[in-house]
């Protein structure tokens, strides 16, 4: 079936450091979502990206799309305490009732 | 407030023992999803239902039976708890249209004994 593999699983960063985690998806994806879940919450969307190659910016998040719509990173612009949680991609295959497969996230730590 | 609710926020069980986690989601959305997430695995689905009247297994359905009971409720049975069943359960709904995000409820932290 398939799989979503999302890298690094942890990741710490003195406030201020740039911060990236990446995502790859076993088959070629139609969409891919990004989430965020503060410590002890439940996952909240951040964005969905459809088109190949596609980049989007949210403030200091920058969301890029593979050409080939395997891959996908989350990159974070000088870190805040914030920004805190941990960060999963989540990858939707065209046709799939089931729609979203998760990677298994990571874990950012913001030092101050 | 808009969103998912689901009830109730922490459950402990002995092993045996059974239950049902409640979920409702007041955005009218059409597609709802049983979630469970264990410490460096991520989001498993449970089982969804794509819209009113139907329900399917996701990846991990072993042990778990559902009811979409109308188009704003979806529960989650636990017949015979296990250990392996402790885990935090989200429920998640979806529109069909828009930004095709998932809400997520705040979650059931569930432990087995």
């Known amino acids: 079936g398939q799989q979503v593999m999302q890298i690094p699983q942890y990741q710490h960063v003195q406030e201020g450091e740039d911060f990236t985690t990446y995502c790859n998806s076993s088959?070629?994806?139609?969409?891919i979502q990004w989430y965020k879940q503060r410590p002890g919450g439940h996952p909240v969307f951040l964005i969905q990206?459809?088109?190949?190659?596609e980049v989007k910016k949210q403030k200091r998040l920058t969301f890029q799309f593979g050409e080939a719509k395997k891959n996908s990173s989350l990159h974070i612009t000088a870190t805040q305490t914030t920004d805190v949680g941990t960060y999963f991609c989540?990858?939707?295959?065209?046709?799939?009732?089931?729609?979203?497969?998760f990677g298994s996230g990571t874990q950012l730590t913001v030092l101050p | 407030n808009a969103g998912v609710t689901q009830t109730p926020k922490f459950q402990v069980l002995k092993t045996g023992q059974s239950m049902t986690l409640q979920c409702a989601q007041d955005?009218?959305?059409?597609?709802m999803y049983w979630y469970r997430q264990d410490p460096g695995m991520g989001l498993r689905l449970i089982y969804y239902?794509?819209?009113?009247?139907?329900?399917d297994k996701g990846e991990v359905p072993n042990g778990y039976n559902v009811s979409r009971l109308n188009k704003r409720e979806f529960s989650l049975r636990l017949e015979s708890a296990a250990p392996s069943q402790t885990s935090v359960y989200f429920c998640?709904?979806?529109?069909?249209?828009?930004?095709?995000?998932?809400?997520f409820g705040s979650g059931t932290r569930l432990t087995v004994v």
């Open positions: 998640a709904s979806r529109s069909g249209t828009g930004n095709y995000g998932y809400t």
């Open positions: 088959t070629t994806l139609s969409n």
């Open positions: 990206l459809v088109k190949s190659g």
């Open positions: 989540a990858g939707g295959v065209s046709g799939s009732a089931r729609q979203l497969t």
């Open positions: 955005m009218n959305h059409n597609s």
């Open positions: 239902s794509a819209s009113e009247g139907t329900t």
